[in-house]
């Protein structure tokens, strides 16, 4: 059955790499019909709302996006930006991926981060006899991507509802009553138990399917004694209750940070909250090559939408490089989950084993590979192009 696939470039090299990753699927034989659907932050200056409506309706019809990237800045620096007739009219920018998110309720977030062989920007370390070792990363973590400190809830100069609401609580009147309330600035850190659960249940879940032997929640739960501290508890219960095979640890996040270049191959699955399941997966994302190698998906089983992406950002200044200078594997890593996602495992299959391939082989890397500075002359040093990265790959399907 053909498919149809909204595309969703956004900013920067949102277009360079999706561009490229829909070219390595037409060459696996993946049959498909793209859309394209406005997003970004020319959307904000024009009309705006990076997120049109007409986008939210493309997704409900037909449920399924590549997304490549978001520009995002300040509050005044967007404001500014905006069309004259647009100025002055209390228009405020918000990330159009994160209205995304919580629009469709995409509150699970998969981000794996596999090393390849042969990538010369994989981890090393030291060993006891002062051998150099090159652990092998297979760690798949599961970031909930609606609530949290990205949930939106916030205030800037908090009105009498809000403050007085603050009051009621001893630590705020010991700590913070002294201070003008034009002084305080607040985000809140908000988990509901349904959606810790879900987050949870699809952390287990994927380590039983995919053999692995831990799930490890990386939070603080003994300083967020309510958030971390309830996300735990469930994470106990769940795991005594239906995962009793499957061994929990418990690791702070700062302790995790410390703990991933030590011994980042003990690790199977991860799972976190938003901000702290951010910090994590970029942490491991640097293990096996940074984020041209950082792929992930996110989704809501109950209403089947689900989008992937890179996790890099639009990388506004190499945009203009002719020709590209970007590193497409990650977003054509996120095509492949998108096949897994809709039971397409073979073509997935065969594009990672190209990807393999090109990589162990040595003979095509782009700049970063190389470990070059991001400029125009990196062609000079023998780095190949966006197009280049993806010919290769397709050569070897």
Known sequence: ????????????????VLDAAVKVLNAAGFDAEYIEGDIGWEFWRKEGNPLPDRTINLLNEHKIALFGAITSKPKEEAANE???????????????IVNLRQHFNLDICLRPCRSYEGNPLNFIRRGANGDIEEPMVNVAIFRQNTEGLYGG????NPNDKVYDGL??????????????????????????KRATERILLAAFEYAR???????????????????????????????REHFSEIELWNTNIDAQMMWLTKNPENYGVIVAGNMFGDIVSDG??????????????????????SVFEPTHGSAPKYETFKPSIVNPIAMIESACMMLDH???NDLAKKIRNAIAKVIKEGKVRTYDMLKLKGSPDVFNHGAASTDEMADAIIANL
């Open 167 to 192: 009051m009621t609580h001893p630590k705020f009147v010991k700590n913070f009553s002294q201070a003008p309330r034009a002084d305080l600035s607040i985000s809140t850190r908000i988990f509901t």
């Open 209 to 239: 399917q995919y053999g692995y032997k831990s799930v490890t929640l990386a939070e603080k739960p003994n300083v967020i004694r309510e958030t971390s501290g309830m996300m735990y508890k469930m994470a106990k219960e769940l795991q």
């Open 342 to 344: 809709i039971s397409e």
């Open 1 to 16: 059955m053909k498919r149809t696939i909204v595309t969703l470039p956004g900013d920067g090299i949102g277009r360079t």
């Open 153 to 156: 809830v916030e205030w800037s």
């Open 284 to 305: 491991f994302a640097g293990l096996i090559g940074g984020l041209g190698f950082a792929c992930s998906a996110q989704y809501n089983p109950d209403n089947g939408i």
């Open 82 to 96: 905006l069309s004259d007739d647009l100025k002055d009219k209390g228009l405020v920018y918000s990330s159009p």
